[in-house]
Nanobody
Framework: QVQLVESGGGLVQPGGSLKLSCVVSGSISSASRMGWYRQAPGKERELVAA???????NYADSVKGRFTISRDDAKNTVYLQMNSLKPEDTAVYYCNAVYLGIREYWGQGTQVTVSS
């Protein structure tokens, strides 16, 4: 069983930055894809950013140019650097791992609140 633990969320003012971390109990180098999703109150969970195995990163249009996903395979950790945060970025952010293209794992989520 693969476990994912997110951290780094919190309260930040508009225009500020946060860096989320996701530590994975399994090897992320063997994952088909690592990604970050978010879910705001009353809305469906949406993909924010992803790093497919051997592929290029992809981002939701709403975060392009502001968020950056990265990974450290030696630490089995995935990061999400979030800059120029907006109130509409407020959500619970979830780390996601896909293995063998079909087995999917989720973290417990970390709250990000952007407010003055």
């Amino acid at each position: 069983q693969v476990q994912l633990v997110e951290s780094g969320g919190g309260l930040v003012q508009p225009g500020g930055s946060l860096k989320l971390s996701c530590v994975v109990s399994g090897s992320i180098s063997s994952a088909s894809r690592m990604g970050w999703y978010r879910q705001a109150p009353g809305k469906e969970r949406e993909l924010v950013a992803a790093i497919p195995s051997g592929g290029t990163t992809n981002y939701a249009d709403s975060v392009k140019g502001r968020f950056t996903i990265s990974r450290d395979d030696a630490k089995n950790t995935v990061y999400l650097q979030m800059n120029s945060l907006k109130p509409e970025d407020t959500a619970v952010y979830y780390c996601n791992a896909v293995y063998l293209g079909i087995r999917e794992y989720w973290g417990q989520g970390t709250q990000v609140t952007v407010s003055s």
